[in-house]
């Protein structure tokens, strides 16, 4: 299998609390891969350390082929990743974010201008390249941030909870988007089990630990539960993990 992205026994420590306990995960390139699980599950603290945002305590990562702590610099040059509270900048435009990181990416000049237009065309974005980022709404201000992190080209890309607090029409047109890029894999996190029945293979992850790992049907079919939800409860019940944290 040719992967994009490799994990095994991952784990994350902070003082005493295991936020992520011997995680393994494999991703074929050109996936769309989602991480769902309650707040406090550990959903972050895994895209940092695949993203070589923060270092694990343990195990190991391969990222397009290259190791994620001594390849780190090749790994960045080659991802996107937007945290779960990446910001914009307001007082910018459209096209004076998008400008930003082009130039933070060192996107060349011969490549940029079409990079934007596509972007711009392929978010509904173009009729406001002029308006400021303060004052697109919330579901705009998202497809900014997911053109903004693609305007390099990545070939792998991490969204932390991109569609959080989104409405559902905003929501649905963000997967659309999602599901019209070629080419990328995505390695995306979600408390929305409508956005999870998009992924092509899901992981639900709790308590720092990966409980369940496949595709949507395959995970309902398991588990024999009609709905991705009714599938989740039932493994979490199962499973032995005490609730809260
Ligand atoms: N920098 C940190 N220091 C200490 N504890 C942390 C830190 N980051 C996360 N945690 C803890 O690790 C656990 C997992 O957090 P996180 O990865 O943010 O979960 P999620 O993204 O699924 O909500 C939580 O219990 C959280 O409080
Ligand atoms: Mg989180």
Redesign the pocket.
């Known amino acids: 299998m040719d992967c994009a992205l490799e994990a095994s026994g991952l784990t994350k420590k902070?003082?005493d609390?295991a936020?992520?306990s011997q995680f393994n995960l494999q991703v074929p390139r050109g996936e769309i891969f989602g991480l769902v699980?309650?707040?406090?599950?550990?959903?972050?603290?895994?895209l940092r350390m695949l993203s070589t945002a923060m270092e694990q305590t343990a195990g190991e990562i391969r990222v397009l082929g290259l190791h994620s702590l001594k390849e780190a610099e090749k790994i960045r040059d080659r991802i996107g990743y937007m945290p779960?509270r990446f910001s914009l900048y307001g007082d910018l435009t459209v096209e004076e974010n998008l400008d930003f990181f082009a130039d933070l990416y060192q996107v060349p000049g011969a490549v940029r201008a079409k990079k934007k237009a596509e972007l711009l065309a392929f978010t509904n974005l173009a009729p406001f390249t002029k308006r400021r980022g303060a004052q697109l709404s919330g579901g705009m201000q998202k497809k900014l941030a997911l053109a903004c992190n693609l305007i390099h080209t990545p070939e792998l890309l991490f969204l932390?909870e991109p569609t959080t607090g989104v409405d559902p029409i905003s929501r649905r047109e963000f997967w659309r988007i999602l599901n019209g890029l070629t080419g990328v894999t995505i390695l995306v996190?979600t408390p929305y089990m409508d956005e999870a029945e998009r992924c092509h293979r899901v992981g639900l992850?709790r308590e720092?630990k990966l409980l369940v790992c496949d595709t949507p049907a395959e995970v309902k079919r398991q588990a024999g539960a009609a709905t991705l939800e009714e599938a989740f409860i039932r493994i979490v019940e199962g499973s032995g993990v005490a609730g809260g944290?």
């Open positions: 902070f003082k609390l936020a992520v699980g309650p707040d406090g599950a550990g959903k972050t603290t895994t779960q932390d996190t992850i720092g944290r």
